[in-house]
């Protein structure tokens, strides 16, 4: 059964073109087993005081909950769990966002692999890194899915080290907000500059762009 969880962050976005129905869902009440920037937001804040040890998903999930509830419990809140206004004002009074964090990783690896693709593109490959923390196959973080040895190839040419520019952090935003061009894909890889059979071989969800997006 999921649990209702309220939250309610102001959060300032630019939102890009043809994607105004994800910036207004990332203002809505989030609700447990969802994902947003908002809650990998809480769970970053959380993370900095040491109030989760869970990973950072951007998903609300019954560890979230459990370090809210301690943390409201400590600040002489109700320890109810749901992040609302009056917990998340206190949450930023009491913590700071860690300068080079999960969003920034995903901003990071969306710009390094695909900031010559289209806006979709670019959020596609957002979408793919969120796709992979839910399975089973890939590690249950986003930093850890993003620098898991062998996984992305601009990890390897230090591509990975550019600077994300404003395009990349929105489309990172929204692929955390629940869009997913890809259909559920785990893979993708570039026709022009791949030969591997293992990758041409699996079911193709949709081409993006340069990009061939696979399950």
């Known amino acids: 059964m999921v649990n209702k969880t309220a939250l309610f962050f102001s959060l300032c976005a630019c939102t890009a073109a043809g994607w105004g129905n994800a910036a207004k869902a990332s203002a809505s009440p989030a609700t447990q087993g969802t994902q947003s920037e908002q809650v990998l937001e809480l769970q970053e804040r ?123 952090y929105q489309a990172a935003k929204d692929a955390l907000n629940g869009v997913d061009p890809t259909n559920g894909a785990l893979f993708y890889y570039n026709p022009k500059l791949t030969s591997s059979a293992w990758s041409m071989a699996r079911p193709k969800l949709k081409s993006i762009g340069n990009h061939i997006f696979t399950r």
């Open 46 to 168: 959380l993370s900095s005081i040491g109030y989760l040890k869970a990973r950072l998903t951007g998903f609300y999930g019954s560890g979230t909950a459990e370090a809210v509830r301690r943390f409201q419990k400590d600040n002489r809140l109700s320890p109810d769990g749901e992040a609302d206004r009056e917990t998340v004002d206190k949450l930023k009074q009491k913590s700071v966002l860690p300068k080079n964090g999960a969003l920034e990783h995903l901003a990071k690896i969306i710009y390094a692999e695909a900031r010559g693709e289209s806006y979709t593109g670019q959020v596609a490959i957002g979408a793919v890194v969120l796709n992979r923390v839910q399975s089973p196959l890939f590690p249950d973080s986003i930093p850890e899915v993003i620098l898991q040895p062998r996984q992305f190839s601009a990890v390897e040419d230090g591509q990975f080290g550019l600077t994300p520019d404003k395009t990349a």
